[in-house]
């Protein structure tokens, strides 16, 4: 599976944008991006998955590049309960997920 | 509630005591996943069952712990003789794998181990 790179920490102010960017330049044709979260003490939560085309749901957003090598995940409205550790994987066929050291999201009012 | 469901939450042991953790899938999934996440680290890869049949181990997966997933339903991971090292949240996943989907995990919400 390709490996992702993710700054360690961001900040973002309540109610504004955050953007959560990932690089995977590795990553080949067939391998999805995912994007899960962790609040603290509590199991990973699955967020968007994509593959070549920009997703939205209920929760985010993700844009991936055009040659695939890097993504971003955007929450558009960050609230205080969107302060978490954010993980971007590179996933090929069904069979696991790895994942890095993540993004510390963290949102302040 | 039916997500996926891990006991004990918590868990503090003697090094050399041997433990056991278990997990409830959701229902209907047939692929059930072991991961443990250390302080500061994301959850790393130890074994994943399809069904009853446990088809890969991470080397992170030494000879004493033992998964099993009897009737493909719910599944124990065991640790002997436990080492302070195996201090760790034990997080369990599971997913459906179709044509339809890309098969993504729910995890449960980890079981805490604390070897003295």
């Known amino acids: 599976d390709a490996k992702t790179t993710q700054p360690t920490s961001m900040d973002c102010a309540e109610g504004r944008a955050a953007n959560l960017p990932c690089n995977h330049s590795t990553i080949s044709g067939n391998e999805y991006v995912y994007w899960y979260r962790q609040i603290h003490s509590q199991g990973p939560q699955y967020i968007i998955h994509?593959?070549?085309n920009n997703e939205t749901n209920e929760m985010a957003s993700l844009i991936i590049t055009e040659d695939r090598k890097s993504s971003t995940l955007i929450l558009p409205h960050a609230t205080l309960r969107d302060t978490a550790v954010y993980y971007c994987?590179?996933?090929?066929?069904?069979?696991?997920?790895?994942f890095g050291s993540g993004t510390k999201l963290n949102v302040k009012p | 509630d039916t997500g996926v469901s891990q006991d004990p939450r918590h868990k503090i042991t003697k090094r050399g005591q041997n433990v056991t953790f278990r997990c409830d899938p959701i229902s209907e999934h047939n692929r059930l996943y072991w991961y443990r996440q250390t302080l500061g680290q994301g959850p790393e890869f130890l074994t994943y069952f399809q069904n009853e049949a446990q088809l890969e181990k991470s080397r992170l997966l030494s000879d004493r712990f033992s998964a099993e997933r009897p009737k493909g339903s719910f599944s124990t991971l065991e640790i002997q003789r436990t080492e302070q090292g195996d201090s760790a949240m034990y997080l369990c996943a599971s997913s459906q794998v179709r044509v339809t989907n890309t098969g993504e995990l729910f995890f449960g919400e980890g079981s805490r181990l604390t070897v003295l």
């Open positions: 994509g593959l070549k």
């Open positions: 994987i590179v996933r090929y066929n069904f069979n696991k997920f790895y």
